[in-house]
């Protein structure tokens, strides 16, 4: 099972909106609705951001929004903050029944 | 509050073994599918193991497979991930996850770190 394919990086500057892609295939991402996200500072363990595509847990402000399109799911950040600096993963359910996650994308608040 | 606490890590020659657990508190630990997910230094997230929720289940990466075993112990509240022949690629932090389904690991432990190496 391949990984997901995000950006390597994006940035923005505080106040603005930032959007990270997260592309799959017709066997995971295209075929299921359970996508989720995680935010990970540095050191830290990763955070749950949202699941199921767009479903913010409990305590996860709404600047944090989630979509899907085909074969690709999307993180949107609006608002930026200087504490949303961090590394952002998505993951999805797979055809094997497994979980596959995405390569990663650094996110820098300039 | 959901607390994971993982245990166990350290430095090993390779083709060594070592035996992680992970003590869950907070929830109602039989309810739940586990797993243990790892990170190599600056690299991503990779979902070694997972166990279902009575332990009849189990699945693997295929890289680990037939050097890992997960289990757990309901009684204990622990999860545990067995690693024998263990090579220089599965240097990396592991960490303790509860998996909710549908691709949700909604709680993480803080991770142990395993260095493989001479």
């Known amino acids: 099972q391949s990984a997901l394919t995000q950006p390597a990086s994006v940035s923005g500057s505080p106040g603005q909106s930032i959007t990270i892609s997260c592309t799959g295939t017709?066997?995971?991402?295209?075929?299921?609705?359970?996508v989720s996200w995680y935010q990970q500072h540095p050191g830290k363990a990763p955070k749950l951001l949202i699941y199921?595509?767009?479903n913010r847990p409990s305590g996860v402000p709404d600047r944090f929004s989630g979509s899907k399109s085909g074969n690709t799911a999307s993180l949107t950040i609006s608002g930026l903050q200087t504490e949303d600096e961090a590394d952002y993963y998505c993951?999805?359910?797979?055809?094997?029944?497994?979980?596959?996650f995405g390569g990663g994308t650094k996110l820098t608040v300039l | 509050e959901v607390q994971l606490v993982e245990s166990g890590g350290g430095l090993v020659q390779p083709g060594g073994s070592l035996r992680l657990s992970c003590e869950a508190s907070?929830?109602?630990?039989?309810?739940?599918?586990m797993g243990w997910v790892r990170q190599a230094p600056g690299k991503g997230l990779e979902r070694a193991a997972s166990?279902?929720?009575?332990?009849?289940?189990?699945a693997y990466v295929d890289s680990v497979k037939g050097r890992f075993t997960i289990s757990r112990d309901n009684a204990k509240n622990s999860l545990y991930l067995q690693m024998n022949s263990l090579r220089a690629e599965d240097t990396a932090v592991y960490y303790c996850?509860?998996?909710?389904?549908?691709?949700?690991?909604?709680?993480w432990g803080q991770g142990t770190l395993v260095t493989v190496s001479s």
């Open positions: 996850a509860r998996y909710g389904g549908r691709a949700r690991f909604d709680a």
């Open positions: 907070g929830f109602t630990f039989s309810n739940y599918w």
């Open positions: 166990i279902k929720e009575d332990g009849s289940t189990k």
């Open positions: 017709s066997s995971d991402v295209g075929n299921y609705n359970y």
């Open positions: 199921d595509v767009s």
């Open positions: 993951n999805s359910y797979t055809s094997s029944s497994t979980v596959v």
